[in-house]
Protein backbone atom coordinates (compact mmCIF):
# COMPACT_ATOMS: atom_id res chain seq x y z
CA UNK A 1 0.00 0.00 0.00
CA UNK A 2 1.36 3.22 -0.97
CA UNK A 3 1.79 6.35 0.84
CA UNK A 4 -1.07 8.22 -0.81
CA UNK A 5 -3.60 5.41 -0.28
CA UNK A 6 -3.43 5.08 3.09
CA UNK A 7 -3.50 8.92 3.48
CA UNK A 8 -7.24 8.88 0.85
CA UNK A 9 -8.09 5.90 3.36
CA UNK A 10 -7.51 7.55 6.72
CA UNK A 11 -8.45 11.15 6.23
CA UNK A 12 -11.57 11.66 7.68
CA UNK A 13 -9.79 10.48 10.96
CA UNK A 14 -6.74 12.96 10.54
CA UNK A 15 -9.27 15.56 9.23
CA UNK A 16 -10.86 15.21 12.80
CA UNK A 17 -7.71 15.14 14.71
CA UNK A 18 -6.76 18.59 12.70
CA UNK A 19 -9.63 20.15 13.98
CA UNK A 20 -9.21 19.42 17.60
CA UNK A 21 -5.41 19.92 17.17
CA UNK A 22 -6.89 23.65 15.61
CA UNK A 23 -9.37 23.98 18.46
CA UNK A 24 -6.94 23.71 21.16
CA UNK A 25 -4.55 25.77 19.76
CA UNK A 26 -6.73 28.44 18.94
CA UNK A 27 -8.29 28.46 22.55
CA UNK A 28 -5.00 28.71 24.13
CA UNK A 29 -3.99 31.67 22.25
CA UNK A 30 -6.95 33.30 22.39
CA UNK A 31 -6.74 32.85 26.22
CA UNK A 32 -2.89 34.04 26.60
CA UNK A 33 -3.37 37.08 24.39
CA UNK A 34 -4.96 37.97 27.44
CA UNK A 35 -2.77 36.76 29.90
CA UNK A 36 -0.09 37.96 28.17
CA UNK A 37 -1.58 41.78 27.97
CA UNK A 38 -1.94 41.09 31.67
CA UNK A 39 1.56 40.19 32.41
CA UNK A 40 3.41 42.90 30.00
CA UNK A 41 1.21 45.80 31.85
CA UNK A 42 2.97 44.46 34.93
CA UNK A 43 6.01 44.22 33.60
CA UNK A 44 5.84 48.02 32.91
CA UNK A 45 3.89 49.04 35.72
CA UNK A 46 7.16 50.23 36.86
CA UNK A 47 6.02 49.23 40.50
CA UNK A 48 8.12 46.32 41.96
CA UNK A 49 6.53 44.32 43.21
CA UNK A 50 4.07 43.39 40.17
CA UNK A 51 7.58 43.32 38.11
CA UNK A 52 8.54 40.87 40.43
CA UNK A 53 5.14 38.83 39.95
CA UNK A 54 5.77 39.16 36.22
CA UNK A 55 9.24 38.48 36.64
CA UNK A 56 8.40 35.32 38.58
CA UNK A 57 5.56 33.97 36.25
CA UNK A 58 7.98 34.01 33.25
CA UNK A 59 10.67 32.16 35.32
CA UNK A 60 8.36 29.39 35.64
CA UNK A 61 7.34 28.51 32.33
CA UNK A 62 10.57 28.68 30.77
CA UNK A 63 12.10 27.40 33.40
CA UNK A 64 10.57 23.85 32.96
CA UNK A 65 9.05 21.60 30.19
CA UNK A 66 5.56 22.20 28.46
CA UNK A 67 5.30 18.81 28.85
CA UNK A 68 5.64 18.92 32.85
CA UNK A 69 3.56 22.09 32.64
CA UNK A 70 0.56 20.18 30.78
CA UNK A 71 0.93 17.35 32.89
CA UNK A 72 0.42 19.58 36.08
CA UNK A 73 -2.33 21.30 34.38
CA UNK A 74 -3.77 17.85 33.70
CA UNK A 75 -4.04 16.26 37.10
CA UNK A 76 -4.40 19.41 38.85
CA UNK A 77 -7.70 20.33 37.27
CA UNK A 78 -9.26 17.19 35.97
CA UNK A 79 -9.27 16.41 39.87
CA UNK A 80 -11.46 19.19 40.29
CA UNK A 81 -13.88 17.79 37.21
CA UNK A 82 -12.26 19.66 34.42
CA UNK A 83 -12.50 18.57 31.40
CA UNK A 84 -9.05 17.22 29.21
CA UNK A 85 -9.92 19.66 26.97
CA UNK A 86 -9.80 22.50 28.93
CA UNK A 87 -7.08 21.27 31.71
CA UNK A 88 -4.89 21.30 28.13
CA UNK A 89 -6.13 24.50 27.16
CA UNK A 90 -5.10 25.99 29.94
CA UNK A 91 -1.84 24.56 30.44
CA UNK A 92 -0.79 25.47 26.88
CA UNK A 93 -2.47 29.27 27.27
CA UNK A 94 -0.25 29.35 30.92
CA UNK A 95 2.67 28.50 29.08
CA UNK A 96 2.11 30.95 25.41
CA UNK A 97 0.98 33.16 28.12
CA UNK A 98 4.41 33.87 29.47
CA UNK A 99 6.15 34.22 25.72
CA UNK A 100 3.59 36.51 24.57
CA UNK A 101 3.77 38.90 27.69
CA UNK A 102 7.56 39.39 26.44
CA UNK A 103 6.02 40.35 22.79
CA UNK A 104 3.47 42.55 23.77
CA UNK A 105 5.99 44.43 26.42
CA UNK A 106 8.71 44.92 23.59
CA UNK A 107 6.63 46.01 21.69
CA UNK A 108 4.96 48.33 23.93
CA UNK A 109 8.30 49.56 24.89
CA UNK A 110 9.33 49.72 20.95
CA UNK A 111 7.14 52.72 20.32
CA UNK A 112 8.80 56.23 21.00
CA UNK A 113 8.02 57.71 23.81
CA UNK A 114 7.13 60.82 22.37
CA UNK A 115 3.61 59.25 21.68
CA UNK A 116 2.64 59.02 25.04
CA UNK A 117 4.10 62.80 25.54
CA UNK A 118 2.03 63.88 22.96
CA UNK A 119 -1.18 62.08 23.54
CA UNK A 120 -0.56 63.59 27.82
CA UNK A 121 0.25 66.95 26.26
CA UNK A 122 -3.54 67.01 24.51
CA UNK A 123 -4.81 66.41 28.19
CA UNK A 124 -5.80 62.48 27.54
CA UNK A 125 -5.08 60.39 30.78
CA UNK A 126 -2.10 58.16 30.48
CA UNK A 127 -4.96 54.75 30.03
CA UNK A 128 -6.55 56.50 27.36
CA UNK A 129 -3.28 57.17 25.77
CA UNK A 130 -2.43 53.81 26.53
CA UNK A 131 -5.53 52.52 24.51
CA UNK A 132 -5.62 54.71 21.79
CA UNK A 133 -2.52 55.51 21.11
CA UNK A 134 0.12 53.14 21.87
CA UNK A 135 -1.60 49.80 22.25
CA UNK A 136 -2.80 50.17 18.42
CA UNK A 137 0.74 50.90 17.46
CA UNK A 138 2.28 48.27 19.28
CA UNK A 139 -0.15 45.22 18.54
CA UNK A 140 0.80 46.23 14.80
CA UNK A 141 4.47 45.48 15.84
CA UNK A 142 3.36 42.45 17.72
CA UNK A 143 2.09 40.97 15.17
CA UNK A 144 4.82 38.89 13.51
CA UNK A 145 5.90 37.46 16.56
CA UNK A 146 2.63 36.87 17.91
CA UNK A 147 1.96 34.81 14.07
CA UNK A 148 5.44 32.88 15.51
CA UNK A 149 4.13 32.28 18.62
CA UNK A 150 0.75 30.87 17.39
CA UNK A 151 2.54 28.81 14.98
CA UNK A 152 5.38 27.32 17.78
CA UNK A 153 1.40 26.60 20.15
CA UNK A 154 -0.12 24.75 16.98
CA UNK A 155 3.30 22.38 17.11
CA UNK A 156 3.34 21.89 20.72
CA UNK A 157 -0.48 21.33 20.67
CA UNK A 158 0.55 17.81 19.67
CA UNK A 159 1.58 17.25 23.57
CA UNK A 160 -1.30 16.70 24.29
CA UNK A 161 -1.79 13.49 22.90
CA UNK A 162 0.15 12.56 26.19
CA UNK A 163 -3.20 12.71 27.89
CA UNK A 164 -5.11 11.10 25.66
CA UNK A 165 -6.50 13.86 23.41
CA UNK A 166 -7.18 12.25 19.98
CA UNK A 167 -5.66 15.05 17.88
CA UNK A 168 -3.33 15.20 14.90
CA UNK A 169 -0.51 13.38 16.45
CA UNK A 170 -2.30 11.16 18.21
CA UNK A 171 -4.36 10.29 15.52
CA UNK A 172 -1.16 9.41 13.79
CA UNK A 173 0.55 7.37 16.55
CA UNK A 174 -2.66 5.30 16.97
CA UNK A 175 -2.70 4.44 13.42
CA UNK A 176 1.16 3.43 13.09
CA UNK A 177 0.97 1.27 16.27
CA UNK A 178 -2.07 -0.09 14.90
CA UNK A 179 -0.61 -1.08 11.31
CA UNK A 180 3.04 -1.41 12.92
CA UNK A 181 3.90 1.25 10.12
CA UNK A 182 4.78 4.64 12.21
CA UNK A 183 6.70 6.04 9.19
CA UNK A 184 4.01 6.26 6.66
CA UNK A 185 1.65 7.88 9.37
CA UNK A 186 4.00 9.99 10.50
CA UNK A 187 5.39 11.65 6.98
CA UNK A 188 1.02 11.82 6.66
CA UNK A 189 0.96 13.54 9.91
CA UNK A 190 3.71 15.82 8.87
CA UNK A 191 1.80 17.19 5.78
CA UNK A 192 -1.14 17.87 8.12
CA UNK A 193 1.04 20.24 10.13
CA UNK A 194 2.91 21.85 7.33
CA UNK A 195 0.04 22.68 5.89
CA UNK A 196 -1.91 24.09 9.45
CA UNK A 197 1.44 26.12 9.34
CA UNK A 198 1.09 27.27 6.10
CA UNK A 199 -2.22 28.00 6.38
CA UNK A 200 -1.39 30.23 9.08
CA UNK A 201 1.30 32.10 7.93
CA UNK A 202 -0.50 33.24 5.07
CA UNK A 203 -3.40 34.66 7.38
CA UNK A 204 -0.44 36.49 9.42
CA UNK A 205 0.81 38.09 6.50
CA UNK A 206 -2.46 38.89 5.07
CA UNK A 207 -3.48 40.87 8.49
CA UNK A 208 0.37 42.08 8.43
CA UNK A 209 -0.16 43.69 4.81
CA UNK A 210 -3.48 44.96 5.89
CA UNK A 211 -2.47 46.41 9.31
CA UNK A 212 0.56 48.27 7.49
CA UNK A 213 -1.40 50.87 5.51
CA UNK A 214 -0.65 53.43 6.68
CA UNK A 215 2.91 53.20 6.75
CA UNK B 1 -8.77 92.75 26.31
CA UNK B 2 -7.00 93.96 29.77
CA UNK B 3 -3.16 91.90 30.14
CA UNK B 4 -4.15 88.99 32.38
CA UNK B 5 -2.02 87.05 33.49
CA UNK B 6 -1.62 83.80 31.73
CA UNK B 7 1.69 82.00 33.06
CA UNK B 8 3.60 82.82 36.39
CA UNK B 9 6.21 81.03 37.42
CA UNK B 10 7.72 81.61 41.06
CA UNK B 11 10.75 79.93 42.58
CA UNK B 12 10.80 76.64 40.10
CA UNK B 13 13.15 74.29 41.02
CA UNK B 14 13.28 70.90 39.35
CA UNK B 15 15.89 67.76 39.50
CA UNK B 16 16.68 64.45 37.92
CA UNK B 17 18.18 63.22 40.96
CA UNK B 18 21.24 64.81 41.24
CA UNK B 19 20.74 66.60 38.63
CA UNK B 20 19.53 70.28 39.04
CA UNK B 21 17.91 70.87 35.97
CA UNK B 22 15.68 74.60 37.29
CA UNK B 23 17.00 76.63 39.64
CA UNK B 24 14.72 79.39 41.20
CA UNK B 25 13.23 80.16 37.63
CA UNK B 26 10.87 83.01 38.19
CA UNK B 27 8.73 84.08 34.50
CA UNK B 28 5.36 85.76 34.25
CA UNK B 29 3.69 85.55 30.87
CA UNK B 30 0.88 87.90 29.76
CA UNK B 31 -2.12 87.11 27.53
CA UNK B 32 -1.20 87.43 23.91
CA UNK B 33 2.54 87.39 24.41
CA UNK B 34 4.44 85.57 22.82
CA UNK B 35 8.06 84.88 24.16
CA UNK B 36 11.23 83.41 23.06
CA UNK B 37 13.11 81.16 25.23
CA UNK B 38 17.05 80.50 24.24
CA UNK B 39 19.83 78.70 25.74
CA UNK B 40 22.41 76.00 25.08
CA UNK B 41 21.62 72.35 24.95
CA UNK B 42 20.96 71.21 28.33
CA UNK B 43 20.17 74.25 30.06
CA UNK B 44 16.92 73.26 30.83
CA UNK B 45 14.47 74.76 28.16
CA UNK B 46 12.57 72.08 27.48
CA UNK B 47 12.32 70.68 30.84
CA UNK B 48 10.50 74.23 31.70
CA UNK B 49 8.17 73.95 29.30
CA UNK B 50 7.04 70.61 30.63
CA UNK B 51 7.02 71.94 33.86
CA UNK B 52 4.47 74.70 32.61
CA UNK B 53 2.35 71.62 30.99
CA UNK B 54 2.73 69.15 33.72
CA UNK B 55 4.54 66.66 31.96
CA UNK B 56 6.71 67.18 34.28
CA UNK B 57 6.30 68.18 37.82
CA UNK B 58 8.02 70.45 40.06
CA UNK B 59 10.41 69.83 43.42
CA UNK B 60 9.29 73.28 44.22
CA UNK B 61 7.76 76.78 43.23
CA UNK B 62 4.62 77.67 42.07
CA UNK B 63 3.31 77.08 38.48
CA UNK B 64 0.41 79.44 37.84
CA UNK B 65 -1.74 79.04 34.57
CA UNK B 66 -4.31 81.69 33.70
CA UNK B 67 -3.99 83.15 37.41
CA UNK B 68 -5.10 79.91 39.02
CA UNK B 69 -2.14 78.14 41.27
CA UNK B 70 -2.11 74.48 39.65
CA UNK B 71 -0.86 71.93 42.05
CA UNK B 72 -1.48 68.17 41.51
CA UNK B 73 -3.05 67.77 44.96
CA UNK B 74 -5.93 69.81 43.97
CA UNK B 75 -6.16 69.37 40.34
CA UNK B 76 -6.47 66.98 37.67
CA UNK B 77 -3.46 67.90 35.24
CA UNK B 78 -4.74 65.94 32.70
CA UNK B 79 -7.61 69.15 32.79
CA UNK B 80 -4.75 71.44 33.03
CA UNK B 81 -2.76 69.53 30.50
CA UNK B 82 -5.54 70.27 27.80
CA UNK B 83 -5.60 73.96 28.41
CA UNK B 84 -1.79 74.23 27.43
CA UNK B 85 -0.94 73.09 24.16
CA UNK B 86 2.47 71.48 22.79
CA UNK B 87 4.27 71.08 19.90
CA UNK B 88 7.55 68.97 20.06
CA UNK B 89 10.44 69.22 17.99
CA UNK B 90 9.74 65.62 16.69
CA UNK B 91 6.36 66.19 15.68
CA UNK B 92 5.27 63.54 17.61
CA UNK B 93 2.36 62.70 15.56
CA UNK B 94 0.20 59.65 15.63
CA UNK B 95 1.27 57.41 12.54
CA UNK B 96 -1.71 55.00 12.62
CA UNK B 97 -4.06 57.89 12.61
CA UNK B 98 -4.81 60.47 9.19
CA UNK B 99 -4.32 63.70 9.21
CA UNK B 100 -7.53 64.24 10.45
CA UNK B 101 -7.80 61.82 12.89
CA UNK B 102 -5.06 63.21 14.68
CA UNK B 103 -6.91 66.75 14.88
CA UNK B 104 -9.98 65.02 16.10
CA UNK B 105 -8.92 62.42 18.60
CA UNK B 106 -8.30 64.41 21.63
CA UNK B 107 -11.80 66.36 20.96
CA UNK B 108 -13.48 63.35 20.57
CA UNK B 109 -11.66 61.46 23.74
CA UNK B 110 -10.92 63.63 26.16
CA UNK B 111 -13.91 66.90 25.04
CA UNK B 112 -16.31 64.29 24.42
CA UNK B 113 -17.06 66.02 21.30
CA UNK B 114 -19.61 64.52 18.74
CA UNK B 115 -18.08 63.20 15.92
CA UNK B 116 -19.57 65.69 13.46
CA UNK B 117 -18.61 68.48 15.25
CA UNK B 118 -15.21 67.31 15.91
CA UNK B 119 -14.87 66.86 12.54
CA UNK B 120 -16.08 70.10 11.38
CA UNK B 121 -14.17 71.88 13.85
CA UNK B 122 -10.77 69.62 12.84
CA UNK B 123 -11.50 70.52 9.13
CA UNK B 124 -11.59 74.19 10.21
CA UNK B 125 -8.33 74.21 11.83
CA UNK B 126 -6.68 71.98 8.60
CA UNK B 127 -7.82 74.83 6.52
CA UNK B 128 -6.10 77.36 8.64
CA UNK B 129 -2.35 75.97 8.41
CA UNK B 130 -3.19 75.26 5.17
CA UNK B 131 -3.48 71.09 4.98
CA UNK B 132 -7.45 70.34 4.34
CA UNK B 133 -6.16 68.55 0.96
CA UNK B 134 -4.18 65.99 3.26
CA UNK B 135 -6.49 65.04 5.50
CA UNK B 136 -7.07 61.98 4.65
CA UNK B 137 -3.68 61.18 4.68
CA UNK B 138 -1.48 59.17 6.78
CA UNK B 139 1.58 61.21 8.72
CA UNK B 140 4.45 59.45 7.41
CA UNK B 141 2.72 60.71 3.53
CA UNK B 142 4.05 64.08 4.63
CA UNK B 143 7.09 66.68 5.05
CA UNK B 144 8.10 67.54 8.29
CA UNK B 145 7.10 71.46 7.19
CA UNK B 146 3.55 69.57 6.94
CA UNK B 147 3.96 67.16 9.90
CA UNK B 148 4.39 69.86 12.12
CA UNK B 149 1.68 72.18 10.58
CA UNK B 150 -0.77 69.31 11.39
CA UNK B 151 1.10 68.82 15.18
CA UNK B 152 -0.07 72.17 15.45
CA UNK B 153 -3.51 71.91 14.92
CA UNK B 154 -3.50 69.33 16.66
CA UNK B 155 -2.93 71.35 19.88
CA UNK B 156 -4.95 73.91 18.76
CA UNK B 157 -7.95 71.09 18.61
CA UNK B 158 -8.31 71.37 22.43
CA UNK B 159 -8.81 75.45 22.70
CA UNK B 160 -5.98 75.52 24.72
CA UNK B 161 -5.12 78.84 26.41
CA UNK B 162 -1.46 78.94 25.94
CA UNK B 163 1.16 77.09 23.24
CA UNK B 164 4.15 75.97 24.24
CA UNK B 165 6.70 75.15 20.86
CA UNK B 166 9.58 73.02 22.30
CA UNK B 167 12.01 73.98 18.82
CA UNK B 168 9.34 73.48 16.47
CA UNK B 169 11.65 73.74 13.52
CA UNK B 170 14.81 72.35 14.32
CA UNK B 171 14.13 69.06 12.62
CA UNK B 172 12.89 70.94 9.63
CA UNK B 173 15.21 70.73 6.21
CA UNK B 174 15.69 74.97 6.16
CA UNK B 175 13.28 75.17 3.15
CA UNK B 176 10.58 74.09 5.26
CA UNK B 177 11.16 76.40 8.28
CA UNK B 178 9.90 78.97 6.92
CA UNK B 179 5.94 77.78 6.38
CA UNK B 180 6.08 76.52 10.39
CA UNK B 181 7.45 79.70 11.76
CA UNK B 182 4.31 81.39 9.40
CA UNK B 183 1.56 79.50 10.75
CA UNK B 184 3.59 80.26 14.49
CA UNK B 185 3.40 84.00 13.70
CA UNK B 186 0.00 84.12 12.52
CA UNK B 187 -0.97 82.46 15.94
CA UNK B 188 0.83 85.47 17.69
CA UNK B 189 -1.10 87.60 15.88
CA UNK B 190 -4.01 86.74 16.79
CA UNK B 191 -3.69 86.62 20.17
CA UNK B 192 -2.08 83.12 21.68
CA UNK B 193 -0.41 83.34 24.65
CA UNK B 194 2.69 81.49 23.34
CA UNK B 195 5.91 80.16 24.56
CA UNK B 196 8.69 79.19 22.06
CA UNK B 197 12.06 77.85 22.57
CA UNK B 198 13.94 78.52 19.50
CA UNK B 199 17.33 79.68 17.83
CA UNK B 200 15.13 81.29 14.95
CA UNK B 201 16.60 84.75 15.50
CA UNK B 202 14.52 86.06 12.81
CA UNK B 203 11.11 84.91 14.11
CA UNK B 204 12.15 86.02 17.71
CA UNK B 205 12.37 89.69 16.80
CA UNK B 206 10.22 89.94 14.12
CA UNK B 207 7.22 88.20 16.64
CA UNK B 208 8.09 87.79 20.66
CA UNK B 209 7.43 90.63 22.49
CA UNK B 210 10.37 89.45 24.60
CA UNK B 211 12.93 86.82 24.88
CA UNK B 212 14.64 84.50 27.87
CA UNK B 213 18.32 83.26 27.81
CA UNK B 214 18.85 80.33 30.11
CA UNK B 215 21.99 78.83 31.27
CA UNK B 216 22.73 75.72 33.59
CA UNK B 217 18.54 75.82 34.63
CA UNK B 218 18.77 79.55 35.63
CA UNK B 219 17.62 82.80 33.63
CA UNK B 220 20.30 85.40 32.75
CA UNK B 221 18.59 87.55 31.29
CA UNK B 222 15.54 88.58 30.02
CA UNK B 223 15.08 91.70 27.49
CA UNK B 224 13.18 92.57 24.29
CA UNK B 225 14.67 90.52 21.61
CA UNK B 226 16.42 93.14 19.68
CA UNK B 227 18.15 94.34 22.80
CA UNK B 228 18.85 90.89 24.02
CA UNK B 229 20.22 89.58 20.45
CA UNK B 230 22.13 92.46 19.56
CA UNK B 231 23.43 94.47 22.83
CA UNK B 232 23.09 91.44 25.65
CA UNK B 233 23.80 93.00 29.17
CA UNK B 234 25.63 89.61 30.25
CA UNK B 235 28.55 88.44 28.88
CA UNK B 236 27.41 84.87 29.13
CA UNK B 237 24.39 85.51 26.91
CA UNK B 238 26.88 87.38 24.21
CA UNK B 239 29.29 84.19 24.72
CA UNK B 240 25.91 82.20 23.68
CA UNK B 241 24.91 84.37 20.60
CA UNK B 242 28.36 84.59 19.71
CA UNK B 243 28.63 81.07 19.50
CA UNK B 244 24.71 80.22 17.56
CA UNK B 245 25.58 82.97 15.30
N1 LIG C 1 13.55 62.77 32.34
C1 LIG C 1 14.84 63.12 32.59
N2 LIG C 1 15.60 62.36 33.39
C2 LIG C 1 16.89 62.71 33.66
N3 LIG C 1 17.49 63.79 33.17
C3 LIG C 1 16.79 64.59 32.35
C4 LIG C 1 15.43 64.29 32.02
N4 LIG C 1 14.98 65.27 31.20
C5 LIG C 1 16.01 66.12 31.02
N5 LIG C 1 17.10 65.72 31.73
C6 LIG C 1 18.38 66.43 31.82
O1 LIG C 1 18.11 67.74 32.23
C7 LIG C 1 18.95 68.65 31.59
C8 LIG C 1 18.12 69.71 30.89
O2 LIG C 1 17.42 69.13 29.86
P1 LIG C 1 16.44 69.90 28.91
O3 LIG C 1 15.42 70.60 29.72
O4 LIG C 1 15.95 68.94 27.90
O5 LIG C 1 17.41 70.97 28.24
P2 LIG C 1 17.24 71.76 26.89
O6 LIG C 1 15.85 71.58 26.38
O7 LIG C 1 17.56 73.16 27.23
O8 LIG C 1 18.26 71.18 25.94
C9 LIG C 1 19.81 67.85 30.62
O9 LIG C 1 21.05 67.62 31.23
C10 LIG C 1 19.05 66.56 30.47
O10 LIG C 1 19.94 65.52 30.22
MG1 LIG D 1 15.18 70.73 24.62
Redesign the pocket.
Known amino acids: MDLLTKFIDTYPVFLKGMLLTFEITIVSIFIAIFIGLFFAFLKISNIKILEWIADLYIFLVRGTPLVVQIFIFYFGLTAFNISDFLAVVLGLAFHNGAYIAEIFRGAIQSIDHGQMEAGRSLGMTMGLTMRRIILPQASRRALPPLGNQFIIALKDSSLASFIGMYELFNVATTHGSLKYDYMSYLLIVAVYYLVLVLFFSIIVRIIEKKMSSSD | MSKDIMINVEKLNKS ?2 D ?1 H ?1 LRDIDMTVNQSEVVCLI ?10 L ?1 CINFL ?1 LKDSGLVMIGGEKIEKETHDLNEVRARVGMVFQHFNLFPHKTVLQNVMEAPIYVKKYPKEEAKMEARALLKKVGLLDKENVYPSKLSGGQKQRVAIARALAMKPEIMLF ?1 EPTSALDPELVGEVLATMKELAEEGMTMVV ?1 THEMGFAREVADWAVY ?1 HEGRIVEVGHPEQLFSNPKEARTKNFLDSVL
Open positions: FGLVGASGSGKSTLREDVM
